[in-house]
């Protein structure tokens, strides 16, 4: 801080003592009982322009120090942590400066940290997802580079089935890759909840015939508030998991619970599957998360469930999971009938 500038900042205050100095100076030349001189007078004024000297040269250099090394910390390269490098304040209005800076620079390293957090969680993603994807190609072409295994039927077939699993890891990058634009890329609207698990149950129809598991869909008359597009691939990620760990023959049931009282509406889904262990069952929403059962049958990608929570919780549903080693697993996802649905999408 330069002495100019320090002057110009006590403007104000300059100003105002020039004003006070002018009424002082009328009112002892107009009052009659004043014994000061012309000579006392101007006296009187060269020692308040001392005194205002002085006030100013004192308040610079008690601010000065502090100001010089914030522009250091402005002008310089800061490789540290910033807090440490703040100079000691020495009025209250130092004081209250930096404990600004600190509040700023401990939301931006929170700000930070969250950004990392996320590209390290896309990173993850990505590394998945290139594994995952590289199973089918690599099996599609041994089917193919090997036509004497297997009849032709029989390869296009199977062909087919790693497609259908190319096709489903690529919507689940695309979905995955929208999550931080949700807010552009959906319609919240009252729809009707049974043609949407139809169509669900409809794309998942070969794996239903191929495992000949039977389906138990109650008749519901049941109507929601959200989106058909992401509540459809949140449907097809219960449903891939329901079909993926019930073995040949099994049954998945599909129900409607509703709460008048509560205004919210419940869909069940429920498999005879081979269940989830306890130890697990607090983690399956995890992302990258596949657990003992994932591992033991190698089919678990560990995204599935954790795309459906995330999208639940963006849609203002709720999605929880019971399961029992060895009986089945259900999943229930909770519809909320709220009336302020501008909101959801703010996070």
């Known amino acids: 801080m330069t002495w100019w500038r320090y002057v110009r900042d006590k403007r104000f205050f300059l100003l105002f003592f ?9 009112l002892l030349a107009v009052d009659p009982n004043s014994q000061l001189t012309l000579g006392n007078i101007i006296y009187l004024y060269v020692f308040m322009l001392l005194f205002l000297v002085a006030y100013l ?40 400066f930096n404990e600004l800076m600190r509040k700023k620079h401990l ?33 599609s072409k041994m089917l193919i580079n090997n ?40 319609f919240i609207q009252e729809l009707a909840l049974s043609p949407v698990i139809k169509d669900c149950v409809k794309r998942h129809s070969k794996l239903f015939i191929s495992k000949r598991m039977k389906l138990d869909l109650a008749d519901f008359d049941a109507e929601v508030r959200s989106d058909s597009k992401w509540l459809g691939f949140i449907l097809d990620q219960v449903m891939t998991n329901a079909l993926k760990y019930t073995k040949q023959g099994g049954e998945i049931k599909i129900w409607c619970e509703s709460s008048m009282e509560n205004s919210k509406i419940e869909l069940h889904i429920r498999d005879n599957g081979i ?68 909101l959801i999408a703010k996070d």
């Open 57 to 96: 040269i004192l308040g610079y250099s008690f601010k000065r120090t502090y100001w010089n090394a914030m522009k250091e910390l402005v002008d310089g390269e800061i490789e540290e942590n910033i807090l440490e490098l703040l100079p000691k304040p020495r009025t209250s209005e130092q004081a209250f």
């Open 147 to 186: 036509p004497d295994l297997n009849e032709p039927a029989t390869i296009f077939k199977k062909v087919e089935e790693e497609l259908e699993s190319i096709d489903r890891l690529v919507m689940q990058a695309l979905y995955y890759s929208r999550l931080d634009t949700f807010a552009k890329d959906y």
């Open 18 to 26: 020039v004003i006070v100095m002018f009424f002082i100076g009328v």
């Open 275 to 342: 269940g989830i262990k306890d130890e697990d069952l607090p983690r399956v929403f995890e992302q990258g998360f596949t657990g003992g059962t994932g591992r033991q049958e190698k089919k678990a990608t560990g995204m599935g469930l954790y795309l459906a929570r995330q999208m639940s919780g963006k849609l203002g549903h709720t999605i929880e999971i019971s399961s029992e080693e060895s009986v089945g697993t259900e999943i229930v996802i909770t519809f909320q009938q709220k009336d302020d649905y501008l």
């Open 107 to 139: 939301e931006e390293q929170r700000e930070i940290a969250k950004l990392q957090d996320k590209q390290q969680e896309y990173h993850d993603f990505i590394l998945y997802w290139v594994h995952e994807v590289k199973t089918p190609i690599v099996a």
